[in-house]
Each structure stands twice: as C-alpha cells, then as structure tokens.
C-alpha cells in the first residue's frame, strides 16, 4: 500500500487560476517536501515542512504557497498560476534529521 | 554553481555488463541518497548511505565523504535496469540538491 500518496496525478489549469496540490502521507514522517523535475534542471525545492503548522521555503518557492494542516498532509498553493509553472510536481516524507525521503507518484501539472 | 554533479549523462549497455555511475559534489555532505526513476515515473529509494559501502541484490553503494563522491554500481545488468538513476545530496538540514540523473538503457 502506497505510503505516499498524491492528487490530482494529472491537472490542466488556467493561467491566472488558481490550484492546489494534495499529498498525504502514512509513514507517520515529521518532514514533507515538495518539489518540480523539469528537463534540464532536475529535482528542485519548493516548500518544506517540519510538521503539522510548519512550513519553510525551499530553493525556488516564488510562486508558490503551501499549507501543513495535520501531520498526514500537506499542499502546494499556486495563487495566480502561470505558464512557467508547468511541470511535474513530487511530494515527498522524510524523517527527522538526517534521513531518507519516500516520493509520491507525482502530479503533472499543465498551465495554459 | 552547480553542487552535485552527475556521470555519465547517459549509457547504454548489453544485457549482462556492468556499470558504474558517479556522483560527485563539490560541497560537504550530510548524507547521501540514490533513487531510480522510470520515465514518467516516481522516484524508488535504492540507498540511503552518507558513508561507506552498502549492498542490495545487484546493487552496490559507495560513498566517500574525503572525496566527495559517491557510485551506484549495477552488475549483470537486466533489461529492467532501464531507467534514469538519481543521486541526492543533503548538503545542511533540510538542504537537498539532486543531479541531473543518468540515462541508461539495457539492450537485450
């Protein structure tokens, strides 16, 4: 059973509109991560968290808002969503300290 | 500048040969982690390992914090293999960096 599970797995916005990621995790994980893989730049940081009320800015969170509500969730806001913002997003848990991330299976985001 | 570099960028293998990919950082580490990724796929955790040698089936980690390397090393290579493989740097808490991955393909 996937620990780290996404939604929608695939979304068409609207430019200017706004959208929501979802993820949740069952790994009982104090951090949740979310990030974007675009060609040519890899894996980048948007938004991290320590725990439920937390949230921190990643390398590139311009754009970009998010939300830890409970331990088991977390989601990526895009306000004004814009065509740059095109990408596939992966959340991602970890637990505290130094330790390895489990990934979700990714949303593909397109904005029009 | 760029903190994790990956090599080669791609490669392409017969079934049965091994391979070596590289990951080389240009900053300290904290730990350091492999993942493997089908196209259009998510990312599978193959090791956790900031230092040392660890093993997995045909799989074997090297991570040398002294000289900032770390090598995933792939023996009898199966046309499942196929795939891009990652490596992630945790440079300071919370600090993740990836490379740019490497491309292989296992031809039968």
């Known amino acids: 059973e996937a620990a780290v599970t996404q939604s929608p797995r695939n979304k068409v916005a609207v430019t200017g509109g706004k959208v929501t990621l979802s993820c949740n995790q069952t790994?009982?994980?104090?951090?949740m991560y979310w990030y974007r893989q675009d060609t040519g730049h890899g894996l980048r940081l948007i938004h991290y968290s320590y725990g439920a009320g937390s949230t921190e800015k990643g390398d590139i969170p311009d754009g970009y808002k998010a939300s830890r509500p409970s331990q088991e969730n977390f989601s990526l806001i895009l306000e004004l969503a814009t065509p740059s913002q095109t990408s596939v997003y992966f959340c991602?848990?970890?637990?505290?300290?130094?330790?390895?991330?489990?990934f979700g299976p990714g949303t593909r985001l397109t904005v029009l | 500048g760029q903190q994790v570099q990956q090599s080669p960028a791609s490669l392409v293998l017969q079934e049965g040969e091994n391979a070596e990919l590289q990951c080389n950082f240009s900053t300290s580490l904290n730990s350091m982690q492999w993942f493997y990724q089908r196209p259009g796929g998510s990312l599978v955790s193959l090791f956790y390992n900031p230092s040392g040698t660890k093993h997995s089936g045909r799989l074997t980690s090297t991570t040398v914090i002294k000289e900032r390397r770390s090598s995933l090393h792939i023996s009898s290579s199966q046309t499942t293999d196929s795939g891009t493989y990652l490596c992630?740097?945790?440079?300071?808490?919370?600090?993740?960096?990836f490379g740019k991955g490497t491309s292989l393909t296992v031809i039968p």
């Open positions: 991602a848990s970890g637990d505290s300290g130094y330790a390895e991330q489990f």
């Open positions: 992630a740097l945790e440079q300071g808490y919370q600090n993740f960096y």
């Open positions: 790994n009982n994980h104090n951090n």
